[in-house]
């Protein structure tokens, strides 16, 4: 826990300035984890105030303080998912849809300056983008949270609120088609 | 397949170190509490129209049942002008006449 109980206690209570300060603690954590589950660097301050705006107006609604990291780890995924929702809808033209060259192309065009780092780095989110793309928004989410935030099972069921059975047996199924997408995948990495 | 799942492993830990946490802007939390009253001002402007919706419809449901009601309450005065005994005097006048009139000839 980032803040102790009684700030969560006084923020449920109606208290605002302990609300800012529990937004405040939590708000660089949240923000990497939706930029991680979203891939999209520019819509992650949007999709981070919904999740705090959804805080706010549902705190009276947390039993106890103690399940409270679960609770916003849980309106973040949720935050998350009606994003991905919405954007598959949108249909938009998006970078990680366009091929490496036109990638290049554009960062050419862009005159960034970007050294060997930071091109790898692009490289990589834009692979596993990719990859997240060719699966379902759930999927996506549920391995995001397991694989890159290194949530554990027992934290995913908090967040879940179904079993770990249950859980493994997604989190399985998940891997299996990512692994599918990365194998059709695989001669252009290599290449 | 192993070695797929080893590299793909690999990635995600990659992946992690390539999306450090991101700086949070200077507007965060202006815009945020700026849409926290938006919120607000809307859920009371919803509730305020749901007031006036309903008090809008009972206005009119009372208009409405004064309309049909009254004219029902006049034409009932005047259907019930006498009472049931009277109606009934009034259709069998006759039969009562022959009644008295057998027992006048006894």
């Known amino acids: 826990m980032l803040v102790d109980f009684e700030l969560i206690e006084r923020a449920r209570s109606g208290d605002d300035s302990a609300f800012n300060q529990v937004v405040q603690a939590y708000r660089k954590r949240i923000l990497g984890t939706i930029a991680r589950l979203i891939g999209r660097p520019e819509d992650v301050e949007d999709v981070g105030q919904e999740v705090f705006l959804r805080l706010y107006y549902s705190l009276d609604q947390l039993r106890t303080a103690e399940v409270f990291e679960p609770w916003l780890y849980r309106l973040t995924v949720n935050a998350a998912y009606d994003y991905l929702r919405r954007q598959r809808r949108r249909h938009e033209s998006r970078m990680s849809d366009l091929s490496e060259q036109q990638v290049m192309m554009a960062d050419a065009a862009a005159g960034g300056k970007r050294n060997v780092e930071e091109v790898r780095r692009t490289k990589i989110r834009e692979t596993v983008d990719d990859l997240l793309g060719k699966i379902s928004e759930e999927d996506r989410i549920l391995l995001t949270l397991k694989e890159v935030e290194g949530l554990s099972l027992k934290e995913l069921e908090k967040i879940y609120h179904v079993n770990e059975n249950a859980l493994k047996v997604r989190l399985f199924r998940a891997r299996q088609r990512v692994l599918k997408a990365y194998e059709a995948k695989e001669p252009e990495v290599g290449g | ?106």
Request: aromatic share 8%.
């Open chain 2, 1 to 106: 397949m192993d070695r797929m799942k080893d590299r793909l492993d690999a990635l995600w830990v990659e992946y992690r170190e390539a999306t450090p946490d991101p700086e949070v802007g200077p507007n965060f939390m202006p815009q945020l509490w700026h849409k926290i009253e938006a919120r607000r001002v809307e859920t009371t402007s919803v509730f305020r129209r749901l007031a006036k919706i309903c008090v809008m419809a009972t206005v009119a449901l009372a208009l409405v049942m004064s309309a049909v009601l009254i004219p029902h309450n006049n034409n009932d005065e005047v259907f019930y002008s006498g009472t049931y005994v009277d109606a009934l005097a009034a259709e069998h006048s006759n039969d009562y006449v022959d009644v008295l009139g057998a027992a006048d000839l006894r």
